[in-house]
Nanobody, 122 residues
Framework: QVQLVESGGGLVQAGGSLRLSCAAS????????MGWLRQAPGKEREFVAG????????YYADSVKGRFTISRDNAKNTVYLQMNSLKAEDTAVYYC???????????????WGQGTQVTVSS
């Protein structure tokens, strides 16, 4: 089992920035691929960004490429999502997720946090 707790969400104006954090505990964090996913009201959950267990590989959804950056600190068991140039359409609940094995760009992760709300006002 991996327990994940997100923080850092909130209300921000369009064009602003937020940094989400996800603290992990339980199964060896450094061997887990990590992802950030989001779900807006009335929409399906979607992949936003992912990072391999070593941090050497990252992937981004086209909608956030160039604006969001995922990173991890295995010494602190934490993964981050730096979000810049936020848009109203980025408004959603953001989830941190983990899986053993390879990085994936779908929503098929094994362990999930409770989510943190990000609201971008236009």
């Amino acid at each position: 089992q991996v327990q994940l707790v997100e923080s850092g969400g909130g209300l921000v104006q369009a064009g602003g920035s937020l940094r989400l954090s996800c603290a992990a505990s339980g199964r060896t964090f450094s061997r887990q691929a990590m992802g950030w996913l989001r779900q807006a009201p009335g929409k399906e959950r979607e992949f936003v960004a992912g990072i391999s267990w070593s941090g050497g590989n990252t992937y981004y959804a086209d909608s956030v490429k160039g604006r969001f950056t995922i990173s991890r600190d295995n010494a602190k068991n934490t993964v981050y999502l730096q979000m810049n140039s936020l848009k109203a359409e980025d408004t959603a609940v953001y989830y941190c997720a983990a899986r053993g094995g390879a990085l994936i760009v779908t929503t098929q992760y094994d362990f999930w946090g409770q989510g943190t709300q990000v609201t971008v006002s236009s």
